[in-house]
Nanobody, 118 residues
Framework: QVQLVESGGGLVQPGGSLRLSCAASGSIFSIYVMGWYRQAPGKQRELVAY???????NYADSVKGRFTISRDNAKNTVYLQMNSLKPEDTAVYYCDVRARTWVKLGSWGQGTQVTVSS
């Protein structure tokens, strides 16, 4: 089992920045992909970004050029640097880890709320 602890959300004005963190523990040897999803009110959960063990990344079109995902493998932690935030980025952000087979490891956590508003 993999346990995830997310942090870093909050309230920020449009154009502002936030950095999310997610620390993994437990069966971390099986982790291949670490990433972030988000779910806005009334909408489905969507992929924001992910990074594989070998550094390959993928971003949702809506966040390209504004968000940057990174990992500290020594700390089993994934980060999401979010710049130029927009009101439409408002959502609960969830950390996600997967095996090489893309099987999800662990359960969805409580997530961290990001609210972009003036």
């Amino acid at each position: 089992q993999v346990q995830l602890v997310e942090s870093g959300g909050g309230l920020v004005q449009p154009g502002g920045s936030l950095r999310l963190s997610c620390a993994a523990s437990g069966s971390i040897f099986s982790i291949y992909v670490m990433g972030w999803y988000r779910q806005a009110p009334g909408k489905q959960r969507e992929l924001v970004a992910y990074m594989t063990n070998n550094g390959n990344t993928n971003y949702a079109d809506s966040v390209k050029g504004r968000f940057t995902i990174s990992r500290d493998n020594a700390k089993n932690t994934v980060y999401l640097q979010m710049n130029s935030l927009k009101p439409e980025d408002t959502a609960v952000y969830y950390c996600d880890v997967r095996a090489r087979t893309w099987v999800k490891l662990g359960s969805w956590g409580q997530g961290t709320q990001v609210t972009v508003s003036s």
